[in-house]
Each structure stands twice: as C-alpha cells, then as structure tokens.
C-alpha cells in the first residue's frame, strides 16, 4: 500500500485529510475510526456518512408506505430521522474528540448507501477514503454486490479506497497516475452541473439541502460543550452552511472557459503545461477561499457553542434559585408544623404525668387496701380451716352413727325376718304334717300362680313383652291394681325346685333401695315377679332418646353413687358376697324420680354354675351386648367375683361420661385423659360437666376396668360416700396461681425455679431434660437450674381440692 502524501488529499492544509465512511452500526464504525486513527496518526478525518430515508412510515395501524403518507405524517418523520441522524453523527464526533482528532462531516441523502457514497467522491474530489468491506477472499473472487464492491468498480481513478475488516486491511484499491488534473476538472464539471436545476430534477428541495449540508471541522473542542449542544444545533449550521459547499467560485468557471476557448491556438505540449499552472493556482484560490470559509465557520460555531452553554447555564442558575426557594418554602412549612407537633407532645406529656402521679396515689391506696383485705382473708382463711376440722369431725361422727344405726337397722330386719320365717314354717309344717317340700311363704314375698300371671299379661301376651333378657322374656303385667314386672324363666337349664325356691327366697329377703323389689315368684311359670320401674333403663336415654327425658350431669353422678351403694351392699352380704355378675345399663332402671335402682341380681344362684359355664349355655343366653361390660378375667376363669361387677360398673361409668358404646371406650378415654383433651369426648346433652366431677369419675372408671382384677380397687363406705358428694358439690374456678405455666393444670408438687415463678416438678424437670436453659415464661437464661420444693404452695393446693370436694 503506497504512503500518503500530504499534497495527495483535496481538503488541502499542511496534512491531508482522511475520509471515513461511517453508517448506523455503532459498534462497526467505532472499530473503522480506531483502526484509521491507529494508521494515521496526527491526520484530520473527515466522515461520510449517507443518509437513507425509510420506505414506510410507522402508523396507530401499522407500517405506511411513504408515497402514501400526508405531508405532515411524512414530514414529521424525515425530521425524526434526521433528529436520530444528527445525534449519531455527533457520537462519532465525540470519540474523535476524545481521540484529539480533528474531525468533520459531509452528509448526502440517498435512497441507495453505495451511490451515495460514489457522489460524495465525485463532488469533494476525496483522494483517500477508508470504508468497511466483507473479508477478503470475497473482494478478490468480487462475488459480493455489497457497498464495497461497487466502490471498488464505480469509484474515480483519482481516490485511493482501503477496505477494512475487523480491525485489518483486506484489501486496498489504489489511485490510477496522473488523477490530479483530471480531478480538477472534475470537481469543476460537477460543480457546474450542481448549478444547472435539469440534471438535478430527480430531487425536490429537501433532498438538495439535505445533499448539500457539511460540517465544520472541530479542532479537539471539549468533549463536555460539544455533547451540550451538538442535540440541539447540528442540522441548523448545516443548512447554513448549505450555500458555502454547494455553489462553485467563479474563479473555477473562468478558468475552465478560459482553457476550452484557447484549446485550439495551442500544441497539445503548451496546452498541458498551460492547464497545469491555471490548475494550480486555482486550486490555490479554492483552498485559500476554503480555509478562510472554515476558519469563519469554526468561529461562528464556537461563539455559538459558548452562547448555548451560557443560556443552558443562565437556566440552569434560575432552576437551582427556584429549588432553592421552593425547598426554603418547603422547609419553613416543615419547622412551623415541627413546633406544633413539639408543643403538642409537651402537652401531652405534661398531661401523662399528672395522670401518672394520680394513678400513683391510687395505686398506693390500693395496695394498703390490698394489704389489709388480704390480712383479713388469711384470718378467714384460718378461720375456714378451723370450721372445716370440726365439720370434717362432725360428718365422720355423724357416718359413723349413720352406719352403727344401718347396721343396726339390717340386724333388726333379719331378726323380724328369721323369727317371721320360723313361725311360717312352723305353721307350714303343721298343715302338711311336717312336709319338708312344702311352699314357702311370707309376709313379704308372695307365691303367684300360674292363672294370676296368665291374667296379668293376657296369657304373655307379645304386646305385654317389654324386653328379651339373656335368661329369658321380660312382660309387663297389672295385678291389684299395681304394676309388675314378670321375667320368664328358660327351666331347662335351672335349678330343681326346692333350690330355685331356696335361692328365690334368699334374694327376697334382699332390700336396699337402690335394687328392684323382688315382689315374688311361680315356680309353674319359673317366673320372678318385681316392681316396674316407670322410666325404664339408663340404656333407653343414653341411646334411645325417643320421647325420653335427658339425663344431667347432676343425675348421671348421682346414679354412680347409687349403684356403688347398691353394689357395696350387694358384695357385703353375709356369710357369702352375692355377685351381680350382669351389670350393664339395660338392668340399671330408673323410677318416677330418676332414682336408680339395679335389676336382675342373683340370677347367677339361680342357674346351676355347671350350666353357665356349658358352651350350648353360653351360645343361646349370652348376648353380644354383654360382652363389652364382662370382665376379661372370666376368659380364662370362669368362677364370678365381686371384682368382675367392679369391672362392669367401670364401663357403666364411662358411658355415663361420654354416652358413646362401650366397645374400646376404656381406651379412648384413657388416651384423652393422658393428651388432656377430656372435655372433648363427654356428652354435650348432659350439660357443662364441672371438670373435678369428671376428673374424678374418670379416674375411678379407669381403676374399675384394669384388665387384672388384682389391680381394681374394691368398693369402701369412704369411696361411696365421695361418689355421692361429687354430684352434691359446685365447681368452683381454679385460681391460676394454682396452675403450672407448662401443662396448665393444677400442681400437685409446686417447685420454684430460677426465673422466680412456680412450675410442677416433673413438668419443669422435663424443660431442662430436653437442653433448655431458659425460663419457659420469659425466655431468659437462668442463673442456675435449682429447684426448691413450694411447701407453702402445696398445702394451699390441697386445702382448696379438700374444700371443693367437701
């Protein structure tokens, strides 16, 4: 590649000028002028740049074609383009000028690059032109139609085109010798066709402007002043710049005359050397004329430049006054709103203090208040105890003489009943001249015949049936006036007759009031007469609520107690304990006035144990609702025992508690019991259950149904009279000092921790086995993990649980 001289350009000056053709690619034309700037150092750079009007305009309804397009749309947008035109064209500035290059523009607007670019060289005469090509292989087999191409094929012989590619020379075309008298001539024969409006005609008004419009050279001005105003300026220089690069000096139209007139007059050696000197001085003309034209154009911009920079800072020092004004403004208003709310507070705070000092005076004559109350309730509280004592030694004197007189009460009853059975049989014998197989009677027990309860239930009638028992039918009967009770023995499984009238005159002689009265018997019919009982069993309302009173909480407990009155009177007989051996909620009846009273007791004497204990027995007597209340020991030991009632009466009081089934009801309760949810699973027809009642009857229940009868507890005067005070008492509200914070239950061994409050002792032992160190109430660490036994707390506990269930 040949250097380039400094006579070899046409913008003239010291050092030739290098032309660069830049486009819309940033990033492209970034590269090209570094590469240029690296090849030419200390050159100026002038830039080419072909403006491309677009075919379409954008429209609410999409893209326009331009032709199609009202003047005001078009010209709207050609004035965007070159808005956007003019700002890029002056990035490419500023680098240059961040560069320290001297560099200026030349514009053309063309619908096609390439050509434009050739016309550019065509009127500048530009001798050195540096634009972006394909690489290298493609210009030499020349398959590309692109924008280099046609520059190397369509451009004057005069310019020398070096093409780049990613930072590197591919490809030079270089000038043909010899160009610069052509490129005078040139220059002149295009100017002058500038001058002449038919060769132009292709183009309106606005496309010659917009042809025509250059940019003076920046000589390294500020990076800062020319970002400042060259958004606002660049197309207005332009346009007057317009008449300047355009129109031709006359000096170049005479010269040309002047050759072509006196062409002829001459050899064709003289006219060369002639045209040469003409040529010359010209050019010297133009370039004195260009220089001058420049200079006048820098100045006028610079002048320009600095008026636009110090309106922008005129501007700029009215805006900031007037921020600062408005935030003077902004800030009185903000201190006169501060004071008021300062005042305000002061006003405030005056106010709770004299509320805080009031409320002081009478915090401190509350708590002398609460001194002296509290002085006076320790006093009763002493008091109260001292009264409880002697109503406790009062209750035990007077259940002592309560016992003393039942007991003598039941010796009296069995001294009328021996001396009443002795006359009776002794008159019996008398009539049937000492038969020992002869009927016994008494006062009060009678023996019924067959016709007297054929009568009574209309010959068992199925309308007079009222229940299927698991040793028989049960019928409903009338008899003087007086309702009965008939159950129908299965004979073929009892006793003989002389054992059966034993054994029913044994359990005749049975009275307490909580057991049904065994009125009499048949021994045609096998059949036991006693008193009906007119609201049925406790299993008609738990289950069968048709029609059927509900039953409270108050006549639930009360019921408890009634059958552990009536078992305990059951399981003391003399000389042998008599065993229910039934017990479940169908045989638990109930009187006008929901007393309770047991049925069917001693059945078990009746039939033989041989016989209870036969697999065919057992297959056609025993229901599949005894099973849940039997005792689990009877699988494997057949002989009956109080503790087997014990058992049943267990299950009995569960249902009384939750009125549910009572298969698997001893493991759900005790699965509440143990996750504290008991209150849950109780009978919402019963009422609000006071929780120490409930408490209470669940843990007796739990203790009846142990699967070993060794660990069931036996039924004491002391556990029935506390069964009939449950139901006797009010629940009274627990203080909460009484609960442990951790389980929220009342504590039984208080312990004092670290943090200063009181915790059940296995509760807390258990905080601190799980690696806590903390106070379950603050959640502080503590200083130490001590616990001291609450004494004073612990008796507090138990005074109050003695007194609530007194």
Partial sequence: MPEISEESGGGGGEEQAVHVAVGKSVQKAVDLLHWTFRRFKSHPVVLLHVHQPSSTIP?????????????????????????????????????????????????????????????????????????????????????????????????????????????????????????????????????????????????????????????????????????????????????????????????DRVS?????????SFSSESFQCHLKVEEQNLYNQIVEIRAEAETSKNEAFMELLKGRRLESEALGAINRVKTFEAARESEVNLRKEVEERLTNTRRELEEVMEQKERLGKELHRAMRNVAFLDCRAREAAHRQKEAARELGLIQASLGTLKHERQKIYRQKEEAIRELECWKSHGQARALNGGDPNSVITSTNFTEYSLSDLLAATYNFSESFKIGQGEHGCVYKGEISDRSIVVKKLNPVNLHGILEFQQEVKLLSKLKHPHLVTLIGSCLEAWSLVSEYMSNGSIQDHLFHRTNKRLLTWKIRARIAAEISSALLYLHSSKPEAIVHGNLKPENILLDSEFNCKIGDFGICHIIPEETARCPSFRGTSERASAFPYR????????????????????????????????????????????????????????????????????????????????????????????????????????????????????????????????????????????????????????????????????????????????
């Fill in 59 to 251: 429209t609410p309804l999409g893209r326009l074609p331009a032709s199609q397009a009202n003047e005001e749309l078009l010209y709207m947008h050609r004035r965007e383009e070159r808005k956007q035109t003019k700002n890029l064209l002056f990035n490419y500035l500023d680098i240059c000028s961040r560069a320290q290059v001297k560099a200026s523009i030349i514009t053309i607007e063309n619908d096609q690059v390439h050509k434009g670019i050739i016309e550019l060289v065509n009127v500048h005469g530009i001798r050195k032109l540096v634009m972006g090509a394909p690489p290298y292989n493609c210009m030499k087999v020349k398959k590309s139609s692109g924008k280099a191409t046609y520059a190397s094929k369509n451009a004057p012989t005069f310019c020398e085109i070096l093409f780049v590619y990613k930072g590197k020379n591919v490809w030079t075309r270089e000038a043909s010798e010899g160009s610069s008298i052509l490129q005078s001539t040139f220059r002149m024969r295009k100017t002058t066709e500038t001058d002449m409006p038919s060769l132009n005609s292709s183009h309106n008004h606005e496309s010659e402007c917009f042809l025509s419009n250059t940019f003076a050279r920046f000589n390294s001005y500020p990076s800062d002043a020319l970002r400042a105003t060259s958004h606002n300026r660049i197309w207005d220089i332009g346009e007057q710049d317009h008449n300047e690069t355009t129109v031709s000096s006359p000096a």
């Fill in 256 to 264: 040309l005359s002047h050759c072509t007139s006196n062409a002829n």
């Fill in 631 to 806: 005792d689990p020991e009877l699988s494997t030991n057949r002989n009956k025992s109080s503790k087997s009632d014990i058992y049943s009466f267990g299950v009995v009081i569960l249902q009384l508690l939750t009125g549910r089934p009572p298969v698997g009801l001893e493991s759900e309760v005790r699965r509440a019991m143990l996750s504290g949810e008991l209150a849950s699973i109780l009978d919402p027809l019963a009422g609000d259950w006071p929780m120490f009642v409930t408490m209470r009857l669940a843990e007796l229940a739990l203790q009846f149904c142990k699967v070993n009868g060794r660990d069931r507890p036996s039924l004491t005067p002391n556990m029935v009279r506390e069964l009939e005070q449950l139901y006797l008492a009010e629940e009274q509200p627990v203080p909460s000092y009484f609960l442990c914070p951790i389980l929220q239950e009342i504590m039984y061994d208080p312990h004092l921790a670290a943090d200063g409050f009181t915790y059940e002792g296995e509760a807390i032992r258990g905080w601190f086995r799980n690696g806590r160190e903390t106070s379950p109430m603050t959640n502080l660490k503590l200083s130490n993990l001590h616990l001291t036994p609450n004494y004073a707390l612990r008796r507090a506990i138990q005074d109050w649980l003695c007194q609530s269930r007194r």
